[in-house]
């Protein structure tokens, strides 16, 4: 079991930046692939990024890439999401989940799932 806690969210004004980070409880976190999803009230779930266990892979979901970079320190046990030029588009609950085995951009491979950090960027 892997529990993950997010934090660094919080209130930007639009072309911000915002770093947020997901903390995993427990030994085994460098066996995990990470993503971050978002979802925004009234929406679905949307992936936005993924890692692999190593950091030796990265995959943005549409519209990220360029602007959101995810990172992980598998010493710290902790993933990040920098994020910036930051859009009212962007506002949303932001989650990071574990996933065992090859990252992935859909949901359902992602075993362990945070509380959630609100970022709402304000236009």
């Known amino acids: 079991q892997v529990r993950l806690v997010e934090s660094g969210g919080g209130l930007v004004q639009a072309g911000g930046s915002l770093t947020l980070s997901c903390t995993a409880s427990?030994?085994?976190?460098?066996?995990?692939?990470m993503g971050w999803f978002r979802q925004a009230p009234g929406k679905e779930r949307e992936f936005v990024a993924a890692?692999?266990?190593?950091?030796?892979?990265?995959y943005y979901g549409d519209s990220k890439k360029g602007r959101f970079t995810i990172s992980r320190n598998n010493a710290k046990n902790t993933v990040y999401l920098q994020m910036n030029s930051l859009k009212p588009e962007d506002t949303a609950v932001y989650y990071c989940?574990?996933?065992?085995?090859?990252?992935?951009?859909?949901?359902?491979?992602?075993?362990?799932w945070g509380q959630g950090t609100q970022v709402t960027v304000s236009s």
């Open positions: 989940a574990a996933a065992y085995g090859a990252y992935s951009a859909q949901a359902v491979e992602y075993a362990h």
């Open positions: 427990g030994r085994t976190f460098s066996s995990y692939a």
């Open positions: 890692i692999s266990w190593s950091g030796g892979s990265i």
